[in-house]
T-cell receptor
């Protein structure tokens, strides 16, 4: 069974400090990993997907298949980064879980001034 | 812009009442999903539909039912609401057959309170 674990429910940092939101997964095939962000009272929106390997709003995430991790990082946090962050896993094409996402429990990031 | 919309945005109801939450999308996606969000539990999948004739239970379908009236519409019903169904409900869509990705697009959410 596929599973996504975000070990930190809450994470607080000060503005300008580095931040890392942890995500570990279990999946027997080749996963597709995402980070979604939910700002206060807004809908979930895609932040990153591992396939595109791009940096959005200064955030990056590298898929580490050996450690089954997809941690989200930003070198200098900003107050506007305060939000709920969800790590999500999608199955590979042709698999029974293709098209479905499994979400972690989420991490609330607070960036203090 | 193509979008996912949900009605109502907020709803307060009483225990035992029947309630329907509606989701519409103009993205042209075949696949639609209903999730509930609870603090500390993240997003849990209630039901999903890969096309108009396909309905599947998710992790927490008990107490809920759905109807896929058209490609663009997917409704979630609570036949007899109970207080522990108080939550934020999200609808989502995806189109992996065209996009080649599992990415999902979310509606703005419906905040439901059952008294």
């Amino acid at each position: 069974a596929q599973r996504v674990t975000q070990p930190e429910k809450l994470l607080s940092v000060f503005k300008g400090a580095p931040v890392e939101l942890k995500c570990n997964y279990s999946y027997s095939g080749s996963p597709e990993l995402f980070w979604y962000v939910q700002y206060s009272r807004q809908r979930l929106q895609l932040l990153l997907r591992h396939i595109s390997r791009e940096s959005i709003k200064g955030f990056t995430a590298d898929l580490n298949k050996g450690e089954t991790s997809f941690h989200l990082k930003k070198p200098f946090a900003q107050e506007e980064d305060s939000a709920m962050y969800y790590c999500a896993l999608g199955g590979n094409a042709g698999g029974t879980s293709y098209g479905k996402l499994t979400f972690g429990q989420g991490t609330i990031l607070t960036v203090h001034p | 812009d193509a979008d996912v919309t949900q009605t109502p945005r907020n709803r307060i109801t009483k225990t035992g009442k029947r309630i329907m939450l509606e989701c519409s999308q103009t993205k042209g996606h075949d696949r639609m999903y209903w999730y509930r969000q609870d603090p500390g539990l993240g997003l849990q999948l209630i039901y999903y539909s890969f096309d108009v004739k396909d309905i599947n239970k998710g992790e927490i379908s008990d107490g809920y039912s759905v109807s896929r009236q058209a490609q663009a519409k997917f409704s979630l019903s609570l036949e007899s609401a109970i207080p522990n169904q108080t939550a934020l409900y999200f609808c989502a869509t995806s189109d992996p057959g065209t996009s080649g990705t599992n990415e999902q697009f979310f509606g703005p959410g419906t905040r439901l309170t059952v008294l």
